[in-house]
């Protein structure tokens, strides 16, 4: 049982395998909160966790419970107007403008396992699994507003799942002005905020702060996740290392506009909001109408970050990303895009997927530039047929050929894009978003489709499903080249105009729903000009995600390792691409860029026919390597050793383990080579201390307890003629630990 209650004293304990969370019913129907944090015994009541002294210049809640003080509490779920002058969880606006009201609890139900939601990707668990759902009913009774908090309990991957239904029960309309999907109350604020901010080709940069009084916030008003920051947030102690201590977790399955605001009040008292960001929203809710929030991912470890990753990234596989694909192994793919860009023929694409057959490649994708008259990026988003000047025979044609070298074949499109030199624009030119009588703003040349419309999501579902059946794709690049401005729908009433950027969200989310049910077998990859929509709602349809444009093995570092603190390397698509790098003009050793991008989902982006023969064979190698390995890289347990953020910035290191502990892949980076340097030691993680493993073949054997304990040596003189047996600029050396029979 993860959830207890007590229904005298109104307390609610949600337990997980080591964490606890526990909130109960206030003398004013409000519900607070009591804890969150390490695992502790379930109580009858948590009395002194509630308690509160009567503080002066504040306001009393009700006239005659002058002790009662919302400033100075912590809450599950604050109102707007009625005393605690925090940033609420929700606000709304009655039929008179009124933007008063207070929810006060009215009853809660469990239902065992969670189900998925209808409209929103969602977490999802069975009964069997152990995963149990608490709803807690608030109620309004003046505005006739309902809200059931939702709280599902993922015990054995220390998550808890919450977002927030309204209902409108009144005979008058209600806007939802702010309907966050969780908030959580913290007793104090010794925490450090880290969070993940960057650009195009430099994603998920770490970035950690100290709290301080008064809000700090990440977000996005781009109506995407986006480059620039991400939902997803920790919070740790200070003194919290990647091995030990005290760290919460945040995220939202959430594609869009979101808001994650962090904020300390004058007792101390630390607020975290995380839904929907509310700049960009309001939503309409006619009497009987509701609305459901995004869930919101909430996690605690109080182990570190490793451990806080992985138990997100279990939580993954079992109950975000789409089952069918969840545990698959992902094929290794070679991609057109950098090896061709616009400019190639069904002769050139053929070249490359004949050369990928060979080395041991799996899938080709045909990127970019195949529809249409699409030699540049101005022209025919939208127009999802085969440009015949290109590929004459066609699309199913240079298909069959592909799948007749025994290889997958994958397809890049662009669904929610228009340009204005196409057919489709031609056909509907008020398809586009834009604000009346204003010229729109173009992003790459092209601009967006109103996918609040149902009809122009049914056209190019339509047109893709053409595509994905007459070429019997198994794979599909969903990518997204830029941020939407001049948000207006055309058909919606101007009192519902803040309603479109969510509404554009679900129809992006209906239109992957739709072809996931059609063509069920097929694999998709979200991309957004790099990793601009690398994020849980996409993971839930799209399994992987292309993690940014840049493939220079030492920007991918740092972008992977950011990115590995609240995703799994399975999710991230990971290439080797060409020198000089076309994003930094950087020369990187084959090797280094393998033995990057072996850390997550394995593809090569660069014309391998132009290779020399010493390089195919060396990618040959990698491949097979990869394959040997894939089990390991895609889903073992994945270890942070050394940041690339932190101290000098100049090594990197990181790990993964299989599940029974007989075999470690340990990758350690050098940046710049330092003459003469110190003496360095490897320290692995996660082995088992007693058995006995080789470090790549070694004669010497080591117990997993020395190895984490006592580290490795390693090799630090360089061999000018063997510069990536040591230390050198660049260089990238993998320790395999394998355990002795
Ligand atoms: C941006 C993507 O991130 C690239 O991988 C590539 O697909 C291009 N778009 C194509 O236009």
Known sequence: MSISVNQQAKVFHLQTAHSSYIFHVMANGDLGQLYFGRKIHVKDHYDNLAKRERREAMVSWGNDVDDFQPDNLKTEYAAFGRGDFRDPAYQIAAENGSRISELAYAGYHIDEGKARLSELPSAFGQPSEGVQTLTIDLADPLTGLQASLHYSVFEQEDVIVRSTTFSNLSDNKIILRRAMSAQLDLPDSRFQMISFA???????????????????????????????ENPFIMLARPETTEDTGDVFAFNLIYSGNFLDQVEVNHYDLTRVLIGIHPEEFA??????????????????????????SQQLTNFYANHLVNPRFAKQSRPILVNNWEATYFDFNEDKLLAIAKKAAELGIELFVLDDGWFGHRDDDHTSLGDWFVDKKKLPQGLPHLADAVHGLGLKFGLWFEPEMISM????????????????KRQPIAGRNQYVLDFTRNEIVDAVFQMMAQRIEESHLDYVKWDMNRYITDMFGSELPADRQLEMAHRYILGVYHLYQRLIDRFPDVLFESCASGGGRFDLGMMYYAPQAWTSDNTDALSRIQIQYGTSYGYAPSMMGAHVSDVPNYQTGRITPLSTRGRVAYFGDLGYELDITKLSEKEQQEIKKQVAFYKRHR??????????????????????????????????????????????????????????????????????????????????????????????????DFSAHLFIAQAVE
């Open 421 to 436: 030199a196409s057919e489709l624009y031609k056909k509907h030119p008020d398809w586009l978003i834009a604000s009346p």
């Open 631 to 728: 089990q390991l890289f895609q889903f073992g347990t994945f270890y942070r050793l050394q940041s690339p953020f932190a101290g000098d910035k100049n090594v990197a290191s990181w790990e993964v383990v299989n599940a029974d502990r007989t075999l470690a892949i340990t990758a350690r980076y050098q940046f710049l080579n330092r003459p003469n340097p110190a003496y360095l030691r490897l320290y692995f993680k996660g082995l088992s201390p007693d058995r006995l493993y080789r470090i790549n073949g070694s004669e010497e054997t080591f117990f997993g307890d020395e190895l984490e304990n006592a580290g490795y040596a390693v090799d630090q003189i360089l061999d000018i003629n063997q510069p990536m047996t040591a230390s050198a």
């Open 283 to 308: 939503w309409t809710l006619d009497p009987n109408e509701s609305f459901q929030t995004p869930e919101a991912v909430l996690s605690f470890s109080k182990q570190g970050f490793n451990q806080l």
């Open 198 to 228: 960057g650009s195009w080709a430099r994603e998920r940069q770490e970035v950690k702060n100290a709290l301080k009084p008064g809000i700090q916030s990440v977000g996005s008003l781009r109506t995407a996740s986006s480059h620039q």
